[in-house]
């Protein structure tokens, strides 16, 4: 087995196991999930109840695109098996996004006291799996041109 498989399976058993982990204070990871889903479902309006649940419309929106970050997992097995150089290489790069936009949840107010085990195994997933695609992808054939 290569390094790049063994990088994203252990990107797989971290987000899987992540999922029921504690996330945030003691919500399991799937709930975290399921709360910051709201951000699709409840319009950001000054005085609603996500106005209070998220506190502004860009934590709203960070929230929104959290959730989203999501399907760079259930696209990944894909990428692995069937995807070209090129596809393995983009879904990398999505995975690296998604580590630096989950990271929010460090610097957001007063979520990063409350944050656990289960975000962290969450969120450097994201980076296990851009690392195991990169190397996977193989060096940028662009790159490796330019520089000859």
Sequence with gaps: MRRSHLLILAAWLLYGT???L?????TLGWEAFLEASVAFFRPFQPGSVADSEFGTWYQLVLSAASVVTNIVFVVS???LLRGS????RMIAWAAATSFLVNGHWLVNGH???DLRIGY???WWSFLLQAVGLF???GPNQAADSALS
């Design 85 to 88: 150089r090129s596809l393995r």
């Design 111 to 113: 979520w990063a006291f």
């Design 120 to 122: 962290f195994l969450w």
């Design 18 to 20: 992540s999922w029921f």
């Design 22 to 26: 504690p996330a945030y204070h003691v």
């Design 135 to 137: 190397d996977l992808a």
């Design 77 to 79: 097995p894909w990428a």
